[in-house]
């Protein structure tokens, strides 16, 4: 890990990058922004880990935990709410056997995001698979695609 966040720093100070940069590299090296990173980088830098952490935690492109292979976002705003996106994330966790204070499953094959508007109003409820939208989506129709990328893996 200490190599690749050498290699990090160094492009780091090349670039003349800044705390975005960095985080960017780290997810895309590791999958996440582990915690150990931040530390070591910190200390490298001597810029409080609490910069890191603040910029990390503020940006949804940035994540502190694995995630996994497959990505489920499903739309929590009004329109989505109100067309049932609750139920299809009941489902989602309990089809793929996640826990209710998680989001990720064991073998890291599904995450589920769960956000608050994805700015579809007209096809809710909504959700995104793998960066592909289906709106106006069904509980039938989201197991069904659940059972697709299952049977694809």
Known sequence: MEETLQKILDDYKKNNGNIITILQ?????????PEYAVNWI??????PAS???GCATFYS????????????TVCRGTACH????????????MELDIPRDEDTTADLKFTVEKVNCIGACGIAPVTI??????GKITLDKLMKEIKKIKAGE
């Open 61 to 72: 492109q940035f994540h502190l935990r694995h995630r996994g292979k497959n990505i489920v």
């Open 42 to 47: 910190s200390k490298k830098l001597d810029i």
């Open 82 to 93: 109100v067309k049932g996106s609750e139920r299809l994330i009941n489902r989602l966790l």
């Open 25 to 33: 590299d780290i997810e895309k090296n590791f999958g996440f922004i």
């Open 129 to 134: 698979l793998n960066n592909e939208v289906h």
């Open 51 to 53: 910069r890191f952490f």
